[in-house]
């Protein structure tokens, strides 16, 4: 069975600083993994995916992830938060599109 | 290409009513997801069709029910209606070739309030 833990319901950055958005998943075998980002009001959009190809997976708007097998996870990043990156993020697992809880991600000025 | 079309994008029932919700996939897509998304609960699997069968559920009761047809188009109904079930019904449609998918794409979802 797979199932996929975001380690924080919400985390809260200034402005111009990193985003970590932690992500954690199970599976019983090498699984594809989302993130979707999903802005107020608005629907889900993909920010980016890993599909057993490369480890370190960029996206749009600058995010990025990196699958670590040994670790079972998929860390989403951004070196340098924006004021536009404020929303919901959902990792996602594979093949039944299992959704984490989300994180809320809040960008102080 | 046009994107996933959920229809319609809002609506309110009464408790005991039921309702049928309307998706129209990206145009070659033939699989068609549904979730439930609510601020309790979060995202939620219902069910995926692909090819008109229904390939995977999630742990809702029986008043939750879905079909596809030959064009791919799916519609989800809710009988029976209660309160709890007010939500946001987010469809997504997927490009899957021998079991493979290839990232989903979702509709702006339908607003279901039950009074």
């Known amino acids: 069975a797979q199932s996929v833990t975001q380690l924080d319901s919400h985390v809260s950055v200034s402005e111009g600083t990193p985003v970590l958005l932690r992500c954690n998943y199970s599976s019983s075998y090498s699984p594809s993994l989302f993130w979707y980002v999903q802005h107020p009001n608005k629907g889900l959009q993909l920010l980016l995916k890993y599909t057993s190809a490369a480890t370190l997976v960029k996206g749009i708007n600058g995010f990025e992830a990196e699958f670590k097998k040994s670790e079972t996870s998929f860390h989403l990043t951004k070196p340098s938060a924006h004021m536009s990156d404020a929303a919901e993020y959902f990792c996602v697992v594979s093949d039944d599109m299992r959704f984490g809880a989300g994180t809320r991600l809040t960008v102080k000025p | 290409k046009a994107g996933v079309t959920q229809t319609p994008r809002y609506l309110i029932k009464t408790r005991g009513q039921q309702v049928t919700l309307s998706c129209s996939p990206i145009s070659g897509h033939r699989s068609v997801s549904w979730y439930q998304q609510t601020p309790g609960q979060g995202l939620q699997f219902l069910f995926e069709?692909?090819?008109?069968?229904?390939?995977n559920k999630g742990n809702f009761p029986g008043r939750f029910s879905g079909r596809q047809f030959s064009n791919s188009r799916s519609e989800m109904n809710v009988s029976t209606l209660e309160l709890g079930d007010s939500a946001l019904y987010l469809c997504a449609s997927s490009l899957r070739v021998q079991g493979y998918v290839y990232g989903y794409t979702f509709g702006s979802g339908t607003r279901l309030t039950v009074v």
């Open positions: 069709y692909f090819s008109e069968t229904q390939r």
